[in-house]
Nanobody, 117 residues
């Protein structure tokens, strides 16, 4: 499984940004896709996830109402639409995947998101 994240950049507080993750190497039936983020000196934290089959989503509280995760099955793409970004959203964002019933097994390289105030 290969995951390729892209779309990061430097934006101002209140702006929008869309991250993309291209997934390949297997069919993702009964798998989940997730976005995580990490800042220097901190643990990697969960941001959002979506199940491939039903599109069931979950979000960490700090991004609810601002971020939206989605997937396009026939393109094997996962997106994270980030609206009303805040400086505290600054981090390296990673996409990940794994079987729905277990932990995330595969990780892509990160994409840096920097939000200036």
């Amino acid at each position: 499984v290969q995951l390729q994240a892209s779309g990061g950049g430097l934006v101002q507080a209140g702006d929008s940004l869309r991250l993309s993750c291209t997934a390949s190497g297997r069919t993702f039936t009964n798998w989940k896709m997730g976005w995580f983020r990490q800042t220097p000196g901190k643990e990697r934290e969960f941001v959002a996830s979506i199940t491939w089959n039903l599109g069931t989503t979950r979000y960490t509280d700090s991004v609810k109402g601002r971020f939206t995760i989605s997937r396009v099955k026939d393109k094997s793409m996962v997106y994270l639409q980030m609206n009303s970004v805040k400086p505290e959203d600054t981090a390296v964002y990673y996409c990940a995947s794994g079987p729905t019933s277990t932990t995330y097994t595969y990780w892509g390289q990160g994409t840096q998101v920097t939000v200036s105030s």
